[in-house]
């Protein structure tokens, strides 16, 4: 398909839709650069779910509302693919193909020597360099019926779609752009949302595994009006709060599990986790940092955003994940 994964231009509105919710940031162009203006929408309950658009009309409704009251018509757009519908497989092919043949190469080898959990994938590729005669690749991965609903969807909204990426990218340059790296660091960057928690492990600036956890509370969930600049509406949970602490806890062990097994089935105990970075707009946020601090032995840290023109004030965490899919161009 002609949208590649990451592919993108400049001066565009920063689009992020999920299961409950569809926010947006634009950036004032500046070095760094810095959040202008935001807004968020939150969706009812089954309008898109694990990603997938499952009522396409209410969708496109409601985005025409979101359109006016944020006044982006017919503007260009980047979004971000849902984290439940990508995958990263490392990927060893031929030293001997060039780097513009590697994506014919790629489908080429589709269902033979290249396996994926879905047919037909638009993707994109990371390299990794050349060992033993072999070229290692990284191959970053979404069903192309999913990502293609999505260009439609803006596309029937008069917005004009030039670019897709994926959550941990879009954190992760935001983390780089604010000069929070460490050298020889492997970081856990962990998007806490209400419908998903998604986690990836980096090494060296690049992303070598991703897993998801579904979120299973949302219908204790309500919508309340919000209380801060941009957040005209809020969630406020209202069932057994017991309920809510088990569930973080179970996330809590789910992510130890995968620092387990990155350290000793993916790395054979020569790597760990030395770093947790936390992004996301779970309303415990701040009761998640608190968890997580006293729960690992590593630091455990969040981003911290300043609204341009704004003295001090902080763009809410929940909208760090447009930020960061709007500095895909700034260099």
């Given at each position: 398909?002609?949208?590649?994964?990451?592919?993108?231009?400049?001066?565009?509105?920063?689009?992020?839709?999920?299961?409950?919710?569809?926010?947006?940031?634009?950036?004032?162009?500046?070095?760094p650069a810095m959040p202008h203006q935001y807004g968020q929408r939150?969706?009812?309950?089954?309008?898109?779910?694990?990603?997938?658009?499952?009522?396409?009309?209410?969708?496109?409704?409601?985005?025409?509302?979101?359109?006016?009251?944020?006044?982006?018509?017919?503007?260009?757009?980047?979004?971000?693919?849902?984290?439940?519908?990508?995958?990263?497989?490392?990927?060893?092919?031929?030293?001997?193909?060039?780097?513009?043949?590697?994506?014919?190469?790629?489908?080429?080898?589709?269902?033979?020597?290249?396996?994926?959990?879905?047919?037909?994938?638009?993707?994109?590729?990371?390299?990794?360099?050349?060992?033993?005669?072999?070229?290692?690749?990284?191959?970053?991965?979404?069903?192309?019926?999913?990502?293609?609903?999505?260009?439609?969807?803006?596309?029937?909204?008069k917005l004009k779609p030039i670019a897709a990426d994926i959550s941990?990218?879009?954190?992760?340059?935001?983390?780089?752009?604010?000069?929070?790296?460490?050298?020889?660091?492997?970081?856990?960057?962990?998007?806490?949302?209400?419908?998903?928690?998604?986690?990836?492990?980096?090494?060296?600036?690049?992303?070598?595994?991703?897993?998801?956890?579904?979120?299973?509370?949302?219908?204790?969930?309500?919508?309340?009006?919000?209380?801060?600049?941009?957040?005209?509406?809020?969630?406020?949970?209202?069932?057994?709060?017991?309920?809510?602490?088990?569930?973080?806890?179970?996330?809590?062990?789910?992510?130890?599990?995968?620092?387990?097994?990155?350290?000793?089935?993916?790395?054979?105990?020569k790597n760990e986790v030395t770093r947790i970075l936390v992004n996301?707009?779970?309303?415990?946020?701040?009761?998640?940092?608190?968890?997580?601090?006293?729960?690992?032995?590593?630091?455990?840290?969040?981003?911290?955003?300043?609204?341009?023109?704004?003295?001090?004030?902080?763009?809410?965490?929940?909208?760090?994940?447009?930020?960061?899919?709007?500095?895909?161009?700034?260099?």
């Amino acid at each position: 398909m002609a949208l590649s994964l990451f592919s993108g231009r400049s001066k565009v509105v920063n689009l992020v839709l999920n299961d409950h919710s569809i926010r947006y940031v634009e950036l004032k162009q500046k070095n760094p650069a810095m959040p202008h203006q935001y807004g968020q929408r939150y969706l009812p309950p089954g309008i898109i779910s694990d990603g997938k658009i499952q009522d396409f009309d209410t969708l496109v409704n409601i985005l025409d509302e979101c359109i006016d009251d944020w006044k982006i018509a017919k503007r260009e757009i980047r979004f971000t693919v849902p984290d439940s519908l990508v995958i990263i497989r490392k990927v060893s092919i031929p030293a001997d193909v060039k780097e513009d043949e590697i994506h014919g190469y790629l489908y080429l080898e589709l269902g033979t020597s290249i396996h994926l959990p879905f047919e037909d994938p638009v993707f994109d590729i990371i390299t990794l360099g050349v060992e033993d005669q072999k070229q290692e690749i990284l191959v970053f991965a979404a069903p192309e019926k999913y990502v293609t609903e999505y260009a439609d969807l803006f596309k029937s909204t008069k917005l004009k779609p030039i670019a897709a990426d994926i959550s941990p990218l879009a954190i992760y340059r935001l983390y780089h752009q604010n000069d929070m790296a460490w050298e020889n660091e492997v970081l856990l960057s962990i998007q806490f949302d209400l419908d998903v928690v998604s986690m990836c492990v980096f090494e060296e600036h690049i992303p070598v595994f991703m897993r998801h956890i579904p979120g299973d509370l949302k219908e204790n969930w309500k919508v309340k009006r919000g209380r801060e600049r941009g957040t005209e509406q809020e969630l406020v949970y209202e069932g057994e709060f017991s309920e809510l602490t088990f569930q973080l806890e179970d996330i809590y062990r789910d992510i130890a599990k995968l620092m387990d097994f990155y350290r000793y089935s993916l790395t054979h105990g020569k790597n760990e986790v030395t770093r947790i970075l936390v992004n996301g707009d779970h309303p415990m946020f701040d009761r998640v940092i608190m968890d997580m601090k006293e729960r690992f032995e590593i630091p455990v840290d969040t981003l911290k955003v300043i609204m341009h023109g704004s003295g001090q004030e902080l763009l809410p965490n929940s909208f760090h994940l447009a930020l960061g899919l709007g500095l895909k161009e700034v260099q």
